[in-house]
């Protein structure tokens, strides 16, 4: 069974800094993996999708990468903005019905 | 255009109550899910289903019947709704098969149970 897990759960970092988040998973039979962005009381915004076989995918100010084989993802934003300020979500692509398992966020606040 | 459109938004009620969800998508994807996020904002699959068939049914009480009447809805029913079924459904949609599987997700339907 596939589990996902982010670190950190929370992080509040000044506007500015480049940050890392991290993701990780048991099961490395994937199809994929989705970065979300959730904000309060808010649906999900898909921010970036790396396919299996891929190590990185950009977007703007945002960088996700892959290392399928030991499990992990991070997320990298630079030069990070108050707007920046979300819960970000990870999901795994896996399984026969190629359903979604999330990890349990990171909540991020970045300062003025 | 919405993609993936919930209805309702809000849904307040009383225990005991029967109770539906709708969903649908305008994005020709063949295959639909609902997840539910709990207080603790933790997102988990409910049921998938593909071209109207049920291929996924995670530990679910079966007071939760899902309907597909064609590939662009997918409607959540609920049963003798509990407490412990307030919570957040979302319904997303693919394309199984195809390249990339990016899931799109609606915006949530919040339901209370009093």
């Known amino acids: 069974k596939q589990e996902v897990t982010q670190i950190p759960a929370a992080l509040s970092v000044p506007e500015g800094e480049n940050l890392v988040l991290n993701c990780s998973f048991t099961?490395?039979?994937?199809?994929?993996l989705q970065w979300f962005r959730q904000d309060p009381g808010k649906g999900l915004t898909s921010l970036l999708l790396i396919q299996s076989s891929q190590r990185e995918q950009t977007s703007g100010r945002l960088n996700a990468s892959l290392d399928k084989s030991s499990g992990r993802s991070t997320l990298y934003i630079a030069a990070s903005q108050p707007g920046d300020s979300a819960t970000y979500l990870c999901?795994?692509?896996?399984?026969?019905?190629?359903?979604?398992?999330f990890g349990s966020g990171t909540q991020l606040t970045v300062l003025p | 255009d919405t993609a993936v459109s919930q209805t309702p938004k809000y849904l307040v009620t009383q225990m005991g109550n029967d109770k539906s969800i709708k969903c649908e998508q305008n994005?020709?994807?063949?295959?639909m899910y609902w997840y539910k996020q709990d207080s603790k904002k933790f997102l988990k699959i409910m049921f998938s289903?593909?071209?109207?068939?049920?291929?996924i049914n995670e530990t679910v009480p079966n007071r939760f019947s899902p309907k597909s009447p064609d590939k662009a809805h997918l409607n959540l029913h609920i049963n003798s709704l509990e407490l412990g079924d307030s919570a957040v459904y979302f319904c997303?949609?693919?394309?199984?098969?195809?390249?990339?599987?990016?899931?799109?997700f609606g915006p949530g339907t919040r339901l209370t149970v009093l």
């Open positions: 999901a795994v692509n896996s399984g026969s019905a190629r359903q979604l398992t």
């Open positions: 289903y593909n071209n109207k068939e049920l291929i």
């Open positions: 099961d490395s039979a994937i199809y994929n």
């Open positions: 997303a949609s693919s394309h199984l098969a195809g390249v990339g599987n990016e899931q799109f």
């Open positions: 994005l020709g994807h063949d295959t």
